[in-house]
């Protein structure tokens, strides 16, 4: 495609507490290797850190830059706040964490036109500072970790369900009403099952890589890692016939260890082979995963599993069905 004929692109950024990373983030879109236009929209949502200050820094020293507040915090509010204050063809979403390559926006565009495709996306690549990081990094590209997700784990160019942020058309965002501010989480794949079910095509390569800082501790990945498992019973109640083998996994795992657990105490000491098999597996698994790295980031690889897994699980275990009545009803009510 010419340069001449580069569609303009406009990024959208929601943000919340993300003074660590935003100055960083902002400046791996502004020194994208792009030729169009290009315009970055942050939505602000209620920090309680310098986020404020830092975007209101980079908005004085570049035009290019722009804000618009989110009061709500909400993630799917904050995109759609974006992509309405926003101009161009081309929809570029980006987290205040989330680094992206330097031909990422390129790329992408060139795949939108070689596809067809609605929706472009690559790998989320984890990236950690400190052991504790770069242990859920290894966790969050790994198998064991996180099934045969390609946005996670790599894989072949081609049509997928969902993909990691994601470049859009805008008129298809247009034509779906943008995401359900209903979803706190999962807005992504929710949004994505909706283009899928009009016809369009979601298209994933490992050409398009960004690199992600995990969450610094076991608390904030619990938290994140139940919120999804949370989210994605609602997707499955909201979207019958969205749910695979892959997604029951982890609920599984956390229903064959209490099982397991309850057996071993009270029964019979043959119950607690189920937990223990499973603390073998992580563990087992942790050392292809952990390859190369420290071996403070090794050690602690198994516990980043059994966090991720036990906590998508609850999650998705006690995901209330009064939730997905309410999403339910804010679109078919």
Known sequence: MPDQQLPAVSVIMPVLNEERH?????????????????????????????????????????????????????????????????????VVRVDGHGMLSPDYIATAV????????????????AEGENDWERAVAAAMTSRIGVGNAAFHTGGQAGPAETVYLGVFRREVLERQGGYNEEFIRAQDWELNFRIREAGGLIWFSPEL???????????????????YGRWRHVVARYHQGSINLRYL?????????????VVGATVSPWGLVVPAGYLAAITAGSVPAGKGLPVGARLRIPVALATMHMSWGYGFLTSPRSLARKVIASRRG
């Open 22 to 90: 935003l100055r960083t983030s902002v400046r791996h879109i502004l020194e994208q290797e792009y030729a169009g236009e290009l315009e970055v929209v942050i939505a602000l949502g209620p920090s309680t850190d310098r986020t404020d200050e830092i975007a209101a820094e980079l908005v004085a020293e570049d035009s290019r830059v722009h804000t618009v507040p989110n009061p709500t915090g909400r993630t799917p509010a904050a995109l759609n706040a974006a992509i309405k204050a926003s101009r161009h063809p081309i």
């Open 110 to 125: 060139r795949l939108l036109d070689e596809t067809g495709a609605q929706n472009v996306g690559g790998i989320m690549h």
């Open 209 to 227: 890589k960004v690199s992600y800082r995990p969450r610094p501790n076991v608390r904030a990945l619990a938290k994140q890692y139940k919120n």
């Open 249 to 261: 996994a982890a609920p599984a795992a956390v229903c064959a260890i209490a099982a397991g657990v």
